[in-house]
């Protein structure tokens, strides 16, 4: 038995007790994206749920769009999504599917609805029945037609679907209870009118089936045993079983809903989503702070470490908030012993290497990943001018600074040991140059007398670097629990995105491929960015070496 089998959770259980008792042979799922937005890593959830279990089981998982909705709906969208499940490793089964593939057969259960004395065509507007509902503590009212004879409804509905009538002139509308405790069983609408072209049907039907009706039946059609959803569906479980209950289909699905993914400093709902997108906050659905797919997947993670933080995520009933920086570390994990280390500076500040010979170059050899020599090495150059981090100097240091200051000699990674000797300044006083000395001796980075340094910086050599931008990703909210307190556009971080544009770069890092991840040393892990060109790259930074956030929460 592999490590996956041994998952456990209410719904494998479940599972496990229906293929015990032979209730199925194999487990049919099926992921149901509306195609009205991109997918975000909540849907990874579900993906890796229903895409997983069959795996685990035997069975399969259908990819099914849940397009009733013409008004919101897209190719577009439509494209992407399919995408997104193949970027994270999942392969549905056979076509893929849509609930418009069954419109004429849903249409023809709604006629054997209508004939049966279960469903009727309601003249009352949206309004009127909204009114006409009730509430919590009072029972609905039925509707003047709720008794109209079936001939007459089904005369309507036949109408409907020929586009005789206008939009909200009239619903078709189960017949189950309009005194019921749960709202979804009073006399829930199976059909509006939609004069909107579908992208997939055209102008062929100007009546489309409402989610209620469609999914569970579809789910029927296509034989699926567990429809697994999350919990906001748990009130439209009785109109499910209802609906199957009183129509000839093929099979009797079962839903199971579970508590959906939410992950603090971020939002999952695509309408939030949407609204960053269309109102700037962003630069769009890709944005890497964005917890799209499409997003994190510019932002340079890789679907194993998706799979590994959704795979850590428990299954339950319970709602809860995971936090963000579980994903940071499953993100680190994957990239840790794979992405191969690079050296540049983002922040750079020249220093001379006073006795290093003028005009000389030496190619030093630096392994690409430390802990691995089958990841081989590459040459970086070295020269009398370098780059270093600004930060890894400072006048005024105190005794613990490790890094560059007057008098204290460093480690220049894969290099020498250097001392800095002296402090440029500019008219205003900004530091704009240091001046070390080197020590021959002790290159590859060890002096022969042994003696040691504490710290070791990168560095990237001046004539040879190449310039280049980074993005720095911060979490775009700055809050845990974005929205919560009142508006939720006030707790956008101001400071989610910070563009670096005079980097200096090792030569290699011109080689890496777009979508191509690296570790910068001592500073995170980058992918290359499509915004780039071939001489000036740009590199997103996918995550930070360790979580500087946590730190700096736990300092202020
Ligand atoms: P949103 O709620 O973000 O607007 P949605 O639920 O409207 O998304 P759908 O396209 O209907 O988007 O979702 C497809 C499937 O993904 C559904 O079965 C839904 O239950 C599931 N899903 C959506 N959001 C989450 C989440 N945060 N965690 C787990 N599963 C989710
Ligand atoms: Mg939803």
């Known amino acids: 038995m592999n490590e996956a089998a041994e998952r456990n959770d209410f719904i494998r259980e479940v599972i496990r007790e229906d293929l ?95 004939e049966a004395g279960h469903a009727y065509v309601d003249d009352l507007s949206a309004e009127e029945i909204r009114d006409y509902r009730g509430t919590m503590t009072e029972p609905g009212r039925p509707s003047p037609w709720r008794d109209r004879p079936a ?92 609906l199957i ?35 700037g906050h962003v630069a769009g659905w890709d944005d890497p702070r964005l917890p799209t797919l499409r997003g994190l997947r510019r932002r340079g993670l890789p679907p194993e470490a998706v799979r590994d933080f959704i795979s850590r995520v428990a299954i339950t009933k319970n709602v809860g908030t995971i936090e ?28 001379v290497i006073e006795n290093y010979p003028e005009g000389e170059i030496e190619w030093l050899e630096a392994a690409n990943l430390p802990n691995d020599p089958a990841a081989g090495t590459r040459k970086v150059p070295f020269g009398r001018e370098i780059w270093v981090e600004r930060d890894d100097f400072m006048e005024d240091a105190p005794r613990k600074f490790f890094r560059l200051s007057p008098g204290r000699e460093v480690r220049l990674r894969f290099a020498y040991f250097v001392t800095c000797t002296e402090v440029v300044k500019d008219a205003a006083g900004e530091v704009v140059e240091l001046r070390c000395t080197y020590d021959p001796e002790t290159r590859g980075g060890d002096a022969p007398d042994g003696r040691k340094v504490r710290g070791t910086i990168h560095w990237v050599e001046a004539s040879h670097g190449v310039t280049g931008e980074a993005r720095l990703y911060d979490h775009l909210f700055a809050v845990p629990e974005p929205g919560a307190g009142g508006e939720l556009m006030d707790d956008l971080n101001p400071d989610s995105l910070e563009v670096l544009q005079h980097c200096r770069l090792e030569p290699s890092l011109v080689d890496v491929a777009n979508g191509e991840r690296v570790q910068f040393e001592r500073l995170g892990y980058f992918t290359r960015d499509s915004d780039g060109t071939a001489e000036r790259p740009v590199f997103n930074r996918t995550v930070g070496l360790r979580d500087a956030w946590a730190r700096v929460k736990a300092k202020g």
């Open 324 to 351: 963000v920086q579980m994903l940071e570390a499953c993100i680190r994990d994957a990239l840790n012993p794979v992405a191969p280390r690079r050296m540049a500076v983002l922040r750079p500040l020249k220093v």
């Open 20 to 114: 015990a008792a032979g209730r199925h042979e194999s487990v049919i799922t099926r992921f149901p994206p509306e195609p009205n937005g991109f997918l975000h890593i909540g849907h990874a959830m579900s993906i890796c749920l229903n895409f997983g279990v069959p795996e685990e089981f035997g069975g399969h998982c259908a990819l099914r769009f849940d397009d009733t909705n013409p008004t919101r709906e897209e190719q577009i969208y439509i494209d992407a999504i399919q995408d997104d499940v193949r970027w994270l490793g999942f392969a549905w089964a056979g076509e893929v599917r849509y609930a418009s593939d069954y419109f004429e057969q849903l249409y023809a259960w709604a006629e054997r609805l209508i």
């Open 151 to 242: 001939a007459e409804s089904l005369d309507l509905f036949r109408r409907m679907r020929a586009g005789e009538f206008a939009e909200g002139a009239r619903v078709l509308r189960a017949k189950i209870d309009m005194a019921s405790g749960n709202f979804n069983l009073r006399d829930p609408v199976l059909y509006r009118i939609l004069n909107s072209p579908h992208p997939r049907t055209g102008d062929a039907w100007h009546i489309y089936p409402t989610y209620d009706y469609a999914h569970g039946q579809s789910d029927a059609i296509e034989g699926v045993t567990h429809s697994l959803c999350t919990l906001e569906f748990a009130d439209h479980r009785p109109l499910y079983d209802w």
């Open 245 to 279: 209950e009183n129509l000839p289909v093929p099979a009797t699905p079962r839903q199971y809903e579970f508590a959906p993914l939410n992950l603090t400093y971020t939002v999952l709902s695509k309408r939030r989503l949407i609204q960053l997108v269309r109102e």
